[in-house]
C-alpha cells in the first residue's frame, strides 16, 4: 500500500421488512485489522437515528445497501422498493450492491475468518450478517479497499 497508513469506515445495510441490518466495517491498513459495530433497526425506519447519522457520515465512508430483485408475487416486493428507494433518497451517495450471486464472492467461511459470521442480536433472516456481506462485496469491487482486505485477510490466515 505505498507505506501509507489508511482507517476506512465501510457501511453495510441489509435492508428487512422486519429488520433491518446495519454494520460498520473499519478496516486498518497500518495494522491489518478489521474491527465491527453493528445494529438492528426494527423494519424499514429511515427515520432510526443510526441511518440519521450515516446521512452525516464522512464523505470518505463507504455505504453499501443489499439490492432487491423482485420475486413472485409476494406482499413484501413493494415495501423493499420503496425501502430501497427511501434509503438512496436519506443516503445518495450510497451503492446499491445486486445480491445475486453474493454467496460465491463473499462465502461464509469468509465471514468466519473475519469475525462477521455470528452477532449478538438474533434477526429474522440473518439481517446482520447480510449486512457484514454486502459491505465486503462492495469493499472486493473496490481495487484499493480489496487490497487493504487482502491484507487482513493474509494476516488472519498467518
Known amino acids: 500500500m505505498n507505506g501509507e497508513s489508511l482507517l476506512v469506515e465501510v457501511i453495510g445495510i441489509d435492508p428487512g421488512v422486519v429488520h433491518t441490518g446495519v454494520v460498520s466495517l473499519l478496516l486498518d ?6 474491527t465491527h459495530e453493528s445494529t438492528v433497526v426494527d423494519g424499514l425506519n429511515v427515520d432510526h437515528p ?40 436519506l443516503l445518495p451517495r450510497a451503492t446499491v450492491v445486486q445480491n445475486m450471486g453474493v454467496r460465491k464472492v463473499v462465502p461464509n467461511e469468509t465471514l468466519k475468518l473475519l469475525g462477521l459470521y455470528k452477532f449478538d442480536t438474533v434477526t429474522h433472516h440473518q439481517d446482520l450478517r447480510e449486512a457484514a456481506r454486502t459491505a465486503l462485496h462492495g469493499i472486493i469491487k473496490d481495487e484499493k479497499l480489496n487490497s487493504i482486505l487482502y491484507h487482513i485477510m493474509k494476516e488472519k490466515l498467518q
Open 29 to 34: 491498513s497500518h495494522n491489518n485489522t478489521l
Open 50 to 89: 443510526v441511518l440519521k447519522k450515516l446521512a452525516a457520515a464522512p464523505r470518505d465512508t463507504f455505504i453499501f445497501i443489499e439490492g432487491f430483485r423482485v420475486r413472485g408475487a409476494f406482499n413484501t416486493n413493494n415495501e423493499m422498493m420503496e425501502a430501497i428507494g427511501a434509503l438512496k433518497k
